[in-house]
């Protein structure tokens, strides 16, 4: 059974720029959660799905960054413009219990 | 009263050695505790799990033991190994909610 797959590995663009990271989840995995992982820090979530639903996105900075799950399958993530503070590695993760999580390799993000 | 404290933040044990990571919590209404492993440039990985209704759960080396009247509870990996070297997040939940995560301890085993 394939992972998580998220796309790019590795990010790197000048602030102001725009960005965009895609994940796909396992296979009949109906929820669907991006987090952001500081050096050193444990994962922060940003926005969990239910299907094509966004049911938690209180911590999700709305100024500049967006996600969108349209088919409640694979999901992209937006920051417009990125801020040097935004450098961070970018975890999707899937789960079919709302239990377990299952994590891709993450998306390293870096932004000069 | 969301947070979950984690410590220590770094641990060295000899190989074969018992590595112990450690938990508290505040938030009574949480009723799953995972223990995540992550090795450098992967996601993290659910390694054991407990629920508060069991003061102690197994899988090969690595043990959770639970303590619900303390509000903590910890991971032993026993007969530890060079290739148990990761960063270990433990977390907290209740029910629909999300996952609350410790801030993660970078464990080092020494051959």
């Known amino acids: 059974e394939a992972g998580v797959v998220q796309s790019p590995r590795y990010k790197i663009i000048e602030k102001k720029q725009p960005v965009a990271f895609w994940c796909n989840p396992i296979?009949?995995?109906?929820?669907l959660y991006w987090y952001l992982q500081n050096l050193g820090q444990g994962p922060e979530l940003l926005i969990r799905?239910?299907?094509?639903?966004?049911?938690?996105d209180s911590q999700l900075p709305k100024d500049r960054f967006s996600a969108e799950r349209l088919k409640g399958v694979d999901s992209t993530l937006k920051i417009q413009p990125a801020e040097l503070g935004d450098s961070a590695v970018y975890l999707c993760?899937?789960?079919?219990?709302?239990?377990?999580?299952?994590f891709g390799p993450g998306t390293r993000l870096t932004v000069l | 009263q969301q947070q979950v404290k984690q410590s220590p933040q770094s641990l060295i044990v000899q190989k074969g050695g018992i590595s112990i990571i450690n938990c508290a919590y505040e938030?009574?209404?949480?009723?799953?505790f995972p223990w995540y492993q992550q090795f450098p440039g992967k996601g993290p990985a659910l390694l054991i799990a407990?629920?508060?209704d069991v003061s102690e759960k197994k899988e090969g080396r690595f043990t959770i033991s639970f303590n619900k009247s303390a509000k903590q509870f910890s991971l032993h990996i026993m007969d530890s190994q060079p290739g148990d070297s990761a960063t270990y997040f433990c977390?907290?939940?209740?029910?629909?909610?999300?996952?609350?995560w410790g801030a993660g301890t970078k464990l080092i085993i020494k051959p």
């Open positions: 993760a899937s789960s079919l219990n709302k239990e377990e999580q299952f």
């Open positions: 296979s009949g995995h109906n929820t």
């Open positions: 799905y239910e299907n094509e639903e966004a049911v938690d």
């Open positions: 938030n009574t209404a949480f009723d799953y």
């Open positions: 407990i629920r508060p």
């Open positions: 977390a907290a939940k209740s029910g629909n909610y999300q996952l609350i």
